[in-house]
């Protein structure tokens, strides 16, 4: 299935899943030759403008800072206790 074919449940969960796997990928110019965006993936960001642009996604949808958050902080070696206590809200 690919992304503009996914109802908004199952392209959120995908989206945050991008976000939270690649947290070094932002939206805002993906189209460009040096953004680090796979060319798999780029279909997805394109989704997500064009469900933002109509309305469909809000700004914190289009930037899910709380899943991009959640991949920085899975990759820690060594994170603080107010590290853990964030990310642990993050998840309930």
């Avoid at 899943?17 to 780029?42: A, M, N, Q, V, Y």
């Amino acid at each position: 299935m690919t992304a503009p074919k996914l109802p908004r449940k199952d392209f959120l969960r995908a989206w945050c899943s991008i976000s939270c796997l690649h947290p070094d990928l932002h939206p805002d110019g993906f189209e460009e030759s040096r953004s680090g965006w796979p060319r798999t993936l780029k279909p997805f960001a394109a989704e997500a403008w064009r469900r933002a642009g109509n309305g469909e996604l809000a700004d914190e949808e289009l930037y899910p800072g709380d899943a991009q958050w959640s991949g920085l902080y899975d990759r820690l070696t060594r994170p603080t206790p107010e590290e853990t206590a964030h990310r642990t809200a993050l998840k309930g």
